[in-house]
T-cell receptor, first 114, second 112 residues
Framework: DTEVTQTPKHLVMGMTNKKSLKCEQH?????MYWYKQKAKKPPELMFV???????INESVPSRFSPECPNSSLLNLHLHALQPEDSALYLC?????????????FGSGTQLSVL | AQSVTQLDSQVPVFEEAPVELRCNYS??????LFWYVQYPNQGLQLLLK??????LVKGINGFEAEFNKSQTSFHLRKPSVHISDTAEYFC??????????FGGGTRVLVKP
């Protein structure tokens, strides 16, 4: 199994809603990532979990709250988002190969905030 | 600090024609270099990588790239494109222990 699975694929939410994005991998990778991608732009790193501990937070607003319940699962909890948060949210996991990290990406959740 | 510049935001190309996507990088230390492809409504997929050794690297789907240290470039090429190659292509660099740095992306539109 070389897949990173993200659910839901699409999400529409209001600015007062609370929702969660989910990500799952069964490749035994110990690093997992959240990226945000606006249309026609490269992905921007949000968070990195290493061995289930948050290791990088790229100054992301607190309305985004990551959680890593176990080594296979990664969640992103959303609350009080703004319309400018509408984007494709990508999850990735990685393995170390000869000193470099090979990233495996999920297909993403397309989020629209109304 | 690292940076990656993709010189073309869009490249239209006819089917079965060759294509070259240009990428230049800047770094004060040695970096690994990558090309990722993103098909519509998909995540990113690794096309190829340069770690060390031979400067010509071959990847999946008939793509290859050449590392040129003196010109700090890592251009991607394919001799004959298919309609299915229509996608966004990202060049990226990574220094040891650092996060991946992406270029701005190049949208390839293959026309019949």
């Amino acid at each position: 199994d070389t897949e990173v699975t993200q659910t839901p694929k699409h999400l529409v939410m209001g600015m007062t809603n609370k929702k969660s994005l989910k990500c799952e991998q069964h490749m035994g990778h110990r690093a997992m990532y959240w990226y945000k991608q606006k249309a026609k732009k490269p992905p921007e790193l949000m968070f990195v979990y290493s061995y289930e501990k948050l290791s990088i937070n790229e100054s992301v607003p607190s309305r985004f709250s990551p959680e890593c319940p176990n080594s296979s699962l990664l969640n992103l909890h959303l609350h009080a988002l703004q319309p400018e948060d509408s984007a494709l949210y990508l999850c990735a996991s990685s393995q170390i190969e000869r000193g470099w990290e090979k990233l495996f990406f999920g297909s993403g959740t397309q989020l629209s905030v109304l | 600090a690292q940076s990656v510049t993709q010189l073309d935001s869009q490249v239209p190309v006819f089917e079965e024609a060759p294509v070259e996507l240009r990428c230049n990088y800047s770094s004060s230390v040695s970096v690994y270099l990558f090309w990722y492809v993103q098909y519509p409504n998909q995540g990113l997929q690794l096309l190829l990588k340069y770690l060390s050794g031979s400067t010509l690297v071959k990847g999946i789907n008939g793509f290859e790239a050449e590392f040129n240290k003196s010109q700090t470039s890592f251009h991607l090429r394919k001799p004959s494109v298919h309609i299915s190659d229509t996608a966004e292509y990202f060049c990226a660099s990574q220094a040891a222990g650092n996060k991946l740095t992406f270029g701005g992306g190049t949208r390839v539109l293959v026309k019949p």
